[in-house]
């Protein structure tokens, strides 16, 4: 039989529709794909660790989607029955099944969170790890490559006496871990008595972080919403770019009268915060928060960011914290993997962090884990707590832009990346010939500067879609930047503006 497996893959993830039911979408991941992708990664893995199957040993765990349970049955019984052992972790956070292959207690060679991040309840899909980090998408490629091939799955010698998955207690250890590195930095055993910290896990997989984190260590959590998993995702989408999610942890905040809220995607790869006023801590200010952090034990690093982060964040970062700010492209391993180059460049980079929350520092294996930057939040909140100061102290000196709006214009062609390129050959062009100012350097798209204003113009990389940002420092400002893009957007006839 043949295989199709190539539009499941998303960048660096697998992702797929896992029930049917939303109209119009067929399910494509279930437990035939899940099953042969799962192999495909055991092939990838005796590849590229020179280890038989038998020997191996795979991490699995996933968050709350209804899906979860065929899927994961489906991949330990696919292993399991080559002689692979696998650790079932259970409801897990996506950080967490990377620190299996860290922890002595674990040591696997591999691991697999079944997830669909933010996306909504009837998606699912999976993330890879190895002790080397997340994989890449060449790394999805050879295994779907691989799942797509008897001849490939042939490789995989069957054991006649495979042992069933063992259950593991990996949360239980990373959430000891993260408990230590509190109670090593405050110097307490007890540091955050006294204090009041709403967390919404938005009913995914960070409930873990109030139970076993933050209250054995004296926090009052009476406060947090949504900690019970959930994959109907009943209250609010689990995203911290999501208005409403972020509206409803503000209001906790302040309507109970904490010291500050900590908000967190389904997997707990990403998250934000809300200070005690109930003012939002995200994209340019979950940035600026990191890199504030960061500065103190590495100043004048370089700061790895997103494509759309806006001048003021630049200049918070160059001017206040006296940091290096490198804005690149979008896509949590585009940062990753241009600051671990850097690195390796010998120019210093200590954090790589995209506006949607992905947060990945060098002292944590440039993992985006939104439980740590979290646990670095509590750390610092713990310490200005002390000093008589609030967590909102340290962004004093960020401005943020009057306007901020997004658009995205379909493309109407079949070739939508070339046609997404030629445009954006062409509004350089016309830019250049208005007298707009080009940003350089600039690696993702056009980014136009107005002096009071900016945009961004790109291009996505696996939909028929081109996103413009904008923003502006003046009333109105936004709007007037939108009308020029629109009327030169106007002379494209594979562009739907709207108008």
Known sequence: MDYDFTKLQNGSDIRGIALAGVEGENPNLGPVEAARIAEGFLVWLTHRTGKPCDTLKIAMGSDPRLSRPILAENIARAVTAHGTEVLNAGIASTPAMFMST??????CDGAVMIT????PFNRNGFKFFTRDGGLDKKDIREIIEYAQSDSKLDELPFSADFAPEKKSDLMK???????????????????LEGMKICVDAGNGSGGFYA???????????SASQFLQPDGTFPNH??????????????????????????????????????????????????????????CEEHPGTTIVTDSITSDQLTEYLEETLGMKHLRFKRGYKNVINKAIELNENGEECWLAIETSGHAALKENYFLDDGAYLATKIVIKAAKLRKEGKTLDSLLENLKEPLEASEVRFPITVPDFSQYADMVLENFKNWANREGITVVTPNYEGVRLSFGSGWCLLRKSLHDPIMPLNVESDIAGGTDDILNRVYSFLSDFDGIDTGR
């Open 102 to 107: 860290v922890f002595p207690e674990t040591a």
């Open 211 to 221: 139970e076993d984190v933050l209250k054995p260590l004296g926090a009052d959590i």
């Open 237 to 294: 989408a689990p995203n911290p770019e999501n208005r409403e999610a972020m509206r409803s942890i503000s209001e906790k905040v302040v309507s109970s009268g904490c010291d500050f809220g900590i908000i967190f995607d389904t997997d707990v790869d990403r998250s934000a915060a809300v200070d005690r006023y109930g003012r939002e801590i995200s994209r340019n200010g979950i940035v600026a928060m990191a890199a504030s952090l960061v």
């Open 116 to 119: 669909a991040s933010h996306l």
């Open 173 to 191: 250890l990373y959430s000891a871990h993260l408990r230590n590195l509190i109670i090593s930095a405050t110097g307490d055993e007890r540091p």
